[in-house]
C-alpha cells in the first residue's frame, strides 16, 4: 500500500467519490442501524474512518444478532468524507483535521 504523504499542503478540496475500503453495518440496542466505513485519501492516501447511524422505525429483532442480513438504507449509501488521516499537513489551520480533502464515499 502506498504510504501517507507528508508534505502534501492543507486545502479545502473536492477529490473523486470512492468506494469504501471496509464497510461494517450493525443495530445499536437503541434500534439504531450504525455504518461504519473506512476510506482511503485520494490525496493524501491517509486512513478515514466514518460512522453514520440512523434510526429504523418498526420491529427488530434486537442488538447483536451476527448471522442477521442488514439491507443498508438508500439514504446512508452516500457519505461525504473530510480528511482525518491522523498526520499533521503542513499550512493547516488549527482546528481542522487531516489535509482539508473532502469526498464522497459510495457503500457497496
Ligand atoms: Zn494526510
Ligand atoms: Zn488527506
Known sequence: MAEHDDSLLWQVEWTPTQTAVDTD??????????????SICAACRGNTVRRVRKVIPGPHKGA???????????????????CDCGHQHPDRPPGELGCGRYWRVELP
Do not use: C, K, N, Y
Not at 25 to 38: F, I, K, N, S
Not at 64 to 82: A, C, K, M, N, V
Open 64 to 82: 447483536g444478532r451476527e448471522q442477521e442480513h442488514i439491507e443498508i438504507p438508500t439514504d446512508l449509501r452516500e457519505i461525504t468524507f473530510i
Open 25 to 38: 453495518v450493525r443495530r445499536t440496542p437503541d434500534g439504531a442501524l450504525a455504518v461504519t466505513a473506512r
